[in-house]
């Protein structure tokens, strides 16, 4: 996790996941966290960019049964950089169910289209 959270393309997703839906992140201390990442002596707990940058995507449970927890969001970006085969997995069951909403969009559309054509006729 502490590897995962200093790589720079992880940063900028957390902070454009918490622009989005966090009008209450703090923007300009995040930006602090970003500029030194990537850096070799750069080091952040999740605890710490928690408390101050404001934000909500992420929640340190402290003591007996905690942990880090994220929003599914954050939690997949996680999964998929640790593990390349739940990338894979996670990218090819996006395209299928892409396909099938379009093939049943296809279908609605060929169905209004012969509605509407006999429609005509009469």
Known sequence: MKNWIRNRSTLEYLGTWEQIYNPN???V??????KQ???PIFTLSVSDGVESTNA???YVKKGRYGGTFAHKDIAFEFASAISPVFKLYLI???QRLK???NNVKKIEWNAK???TKNNYLI
């Open 99 to 101: 396909e099938q909403e």
């Open 25 to 27: 992140f703090k923007v």
């Open 92 to 94: 090819k069951e996006f």
């Open 37 to 39: 990442a990537g850096l």
């Open 113 to 115: 289209r012969f509605l």
């Open 29 to 34: 201390e995040f930006d602090h966290f970003k």
């Open 56 to 58: 909500i995507g992420m």
